[in-house]
């Protein structure tokens, strides 16, 4: 990883200003040099000739791998602490504001309505006064995590105690609110917070610092320890060590080997064991199930073409999609740094915008659901078309046996409005209870087939849940065969009232709610429903889509803690859903499911009229499949992070076999983002404080890349060089007068010998009281350099895959021309 450049250790509200003023107040608890690979080796020299006469040159402690992992353990620990922290207390919150709507709701429309506004104002003054508090809080913190790990200094603006505390505060009652944010993205920023203080306090402790810093030095360690903590992040908030992994190693760190990778692996696994041990503690639940997990059985993969052409689909409209959210969040943000360049003034817009979103966001929560209509919760409806692709939840409810061990699923007594059961049909039709209704098939007017046996066609009757249920007459009818479906709190009612439908009370849900009124992470859940393809109309879908859509990227980048990880998932999960029950309206009849009722039932199926079965469409994917490749489109073509949605996507659903549909989504997506706008919407955030990202194409013009590197220097006055041998009072007057992080050091014929730092030279002023310093031995004797014809693109390249600080500019005669920085790349 690239070494952070202290020039821009400033506050990330100003950047973009002349920073290099800030640079003399800069102190580091060690100060050496920052070439990578020889570093090591010249402090060594040093050691020795500094170390007593018959001394060994100098103690190196032993087991800095073994102290790596310790302070990898620690952090992992941390980060799982705070990620609980962040999803009890937001569900908490959550659960409470809902609660108080559906209380509400009793005086109506307009009294849920106050509820959930006032609830959400309160949450939303909370986080915003976070902000307030800290400023670097605001959002997500995700760009400035990628410019700390690509080497740019923002550690004193972005990391603190405070900054911890208020970003883990603000994130619990912003997603508690009716906002359209998650907590995800704001865990990558509080997870590398957690690395650099665990790696802080690691520090003060003068044997860990020594045994830790024998190789690279602190800075490398402590960009290691804040990576570690952002793939810990991802981890604790998704349950999913591998996209943790690659999250570090696509989007945030600049220099990766396999070393680092086994290590931010490790600490992720690490992470979720922690998570997972903490649930089996107190919460019971520790067993490990991915967090949007679907049910996997043998209708559940897909190989028709159709399929793939819809995935390109998807990922082509969410391609567009994604454009459209980028602008739009871009442009919001860039006028809102405008704002917090306006003092009070903009503090106040500031304010307006975050309330006038909260109330937006709190009346569409809940006057969507207030429009839509109520839907019956039957089996019928639920899973009508389905391909029995069903979770456990609903499963038990349709199907009499484990069908989770079973390709033949045998369907409950209220399916069909008629059942087989030689147990209790038998009961049924001989009983002589008084009141009991009838319950003869053919006295019902249906005709057995001829080929069934006499004596089995006892075992066949009218459809009842058990013998008291019969005899109280809550019999299923057949002509109108609607069997009551049990629904979570995920499916919330939102006052609509159970129906009375031939002695069986049938209860409704509201399908609009089931988006609108849940927290994101529910509603989520409910996009990926598989099995269940009418659960969701697709008019609902569309509605919620073009409201979410505008309010999610408003919100981006407003004064509040807020992550878009979520808001992203759902609006992709939206445009896969519709295209989903577009395919399954269009296709529905054209495709026969591989596995079959059993064999009792298919004579069942015969007798009953075409209206009381249910079609399938096992060859066809359902709506809740798409709405996954949906979601990885959208976030791929957004974000631009392809790998680590395809490793994200499969391990919160655990379903292994869509890896292929949800990649050629991703990558559609991806493709069509990159044609419009080019870099992803983290990437484009860095403009806005005008991080100085390194990213892996020189940003400058092309004629430029193709010069020489000469053309990038300042000028020959600008350039300040120290000689082998330097007085106390010319080292106190160059420190003064110019701002300059790195001096070449020349011998008596003006050749290169060395790179002095700024830091060395102030350490050496304050422990010293010798009045000449020896320049030669303090400096980098292998800085790296460059002769003035070298190709501007090719010294980038090698600034960027080295980590370095300084690249020093020669002519022939190897005399300095001038000093390249960061800042020298870009335009």
């Not at 915003?128 to 603006?157: E, K, M, Y």
């Not at 808001?567 to 992709?572: D, Y």
């Not at 096992?618 to 395809?646: Q, T």
Request: proline residues 6%.
């Amino acid at each position: 990883m690239a070494q952070p450049d202290s020039r821009l250790d400033v506050p990330l509200s100003r950047l973009g200003e002349d920073v290099e003023s800030t640079s003399s107040s800069l102190h580091w608890a060690e100060h050496q040099t920052q070439s990578v690979e020889l570093t090591e080796v010249w402090r060594r020299e040093r050691a020795a000739r500094a170390a007593p006469a018959g001394s060994a040159g100098g103690w190196r402690p032993k087991g800095k791998a073994f102290w790596t992992w310790v302070l990898e353990f620690l952090v992992a620990a941390l980060v799982a602490v705070c990620a609980q922290v962040v999803h009890y207390g937001q569900e908490q919150l959550s659960s409470w504001r809902t609660d108080l709507a559906h209380w509400a709701l009793g005086w109506g429309v307009l009294g849920c309505l106050a509820a959930n506004l006032s609830a959400t104002l309160a949450y939303v003054v909370i986080a915003h006064a976070c902000t307030v508090w800290q400023p670097s809080t605001v959002s997500s913190g995700i760009p400035g995590v990628i410019a700390f790990l690509n080497g740019v200094d923002v550690r004193r603006s972005l990391f603190s105690v405070q900054i911890l505390v208020a970003k883990i505060l603000g994130v619990v009652f912003a997603c508690g609110s009716s906002l359209a944010v998650g907590p995800e993205g704001p865990m990558i920023h509080i997870g590398a917070t957690a690395g650099v203080l665990v790696f802080e306090q690691f520090c003060r402790f003068e044997f860990f610092q020594r045994a830790l810093k024998a190789d690279q030095g602190s800075r490398g360690l402590e960009l290691h320890a804040a990576a570690v903590g952002a793939g810990c992040g991802v981890t604790a908030a998704f349950w999913a060590p591998i996209a943790g992994t690659l999250f570090v190693v696509e989007e945030a760190a600049t220099f990766v080997n396999p070393r680092f990778f086994v290590h931010v692996f490790g600490a992720c696994c690490l992470s979720l064991s922690l998570v997972l041990l903490w649930q089996q503690l107190w919460q019971r639940t520790g067993q490990y199930s991915p967090l949007f997990q679907v049910f996997l059985g043998p209708n559940c993969s897909y190989t028709e073409l159709i399929y793939f052409f819809a995935c390109g689909f998807i990922g082509l409209v969410c391609g567009l999609l994604g454009c459209l959210f980028n602008r739009i969040v871009l442009k919001l943000s860039f006028l809102r740094q405008r704002w917090r360049q306006d003092g009070p003034r903009g503090a106040r817009k500031l304010r307006l915008e975050i309330f006038a979103l909260s109330a937006l966001s709190a009346a569409a929560g809940v006057l969507l659901p207030a429009a839509a209509e109520c839907q019956e919760s039957t089996l019928q409806r639920a899973f009508a078309n389905s391909n029995q692709c069903i979770s456990q939840e609903w499963g038990h409810q349709i199907f009499k046996t484990d069908h989770f061990s079973s390709r033949l699923m045998e369907p409950t007594a209220g399916l069909f409005g008629v059942q087989y059961n030689p147990s209790l049909c038998p009961q049924a039709l001989f009983s002589n209870v008084s009141g009991a209704p009838e319950c003869h098939l053919e006295k019902l007017g249906l005709a057995f087939p001829k080929d069934l046996p006499e004596r089995e066609r006892y075992f066949y009757c009218c459809g009842f849940s058990d013998m008291a249920s019969f005899h109280q007459g809550k019999v299923y009818s057949f002509t109108a065969p609607k069997a009551p479906l049990e629904l979570s709190e995920e499916w919330p009612a939102f006052g609509c009232q159970p129906l009375a439908s031939g002695n069986i009370s049938i209860p409704r849900y509201n399908a609009m709610a089931a988006l609108a009124f849940v927290p994101g992470r529910t509603a989520v859940k409910n996009l990926f429903t598989r099995g269940s393809p009418h659960m969701l109309p697709t008019g609902y879908i569309a509605s919620f889509l073009a409201v979410y859509f505008c309010l999610a990227a408003c919100t981006a980048g407003s004064a509040v803690p807020s992550g878009l990880v979520v808001p992203m998932m759902i609006i992709g999960g939206c445009v896969g859903r519709i295209v989903g029950n577009t395919l399954t309206k269009l296709f529905g009849s054209f495709w026969d499911c591989p596995a079959g009722w059993v064999a009792p039932y298919q004579m069942l199926l015969q007798m009953l009229p075409g209206q009381a079965s249910m079609p399938q469409t096992c060859g066809l994917p359902d709506p809740g499949s798409f709405a996954v490749v949906g979601a990885a489109a959208f976030m791929s073509g957004s974000g631009s992070i392809v790998l680590f949605v395809i490793a994200m996507l499969v391990e919160i659903t655990g379903d292994i076999q869509q890896v292929l549909p949800i990649a050629f989504g991703a990558l559609t997506g991806r493709c069509v983002v990159r044609g419009f706008i080019g870099h992803g919407l983290y990437h484009d955030l860095l403009q806005v404080t005008n991080l100085s990202v390194m990213g892996r194409e020189c940003p400058l013009g092309r004629s430029q890349r193709r010069g020489p590197v000469s053309a990038l220097l300042a000028g020959g006055s600008s350039l300040r060089l120290l000689r082998a041998r330097e007085t106390r009072p010319e080292v106190q007057h160059l420190l003064q007068a110019c701002p300059h992080h790195g001096f070449p050091v020349i011998n008596a014929e003006g050749r290169l010998i060395g790179l002095a730092r700024r830091e060395q030279l102030q350490q050496w002023l304050a422990e010293s009281q010798e009045e000449e310093l020896q320049v030669e031995s303090l400096a980098d004797q292998a800085p790296y350099s460059v002769e003035a014809s070298f190709p501007v693109d090719r010294a980038y390249a090698l600034f960027r895959e080295l980590g370095l600080r300084h690249l020093v500019v020669t002519d022939v005669s190897q005399r300095p021309v001038g000093v390249l920085t960061r800042s020298s790349f870009f335009p």
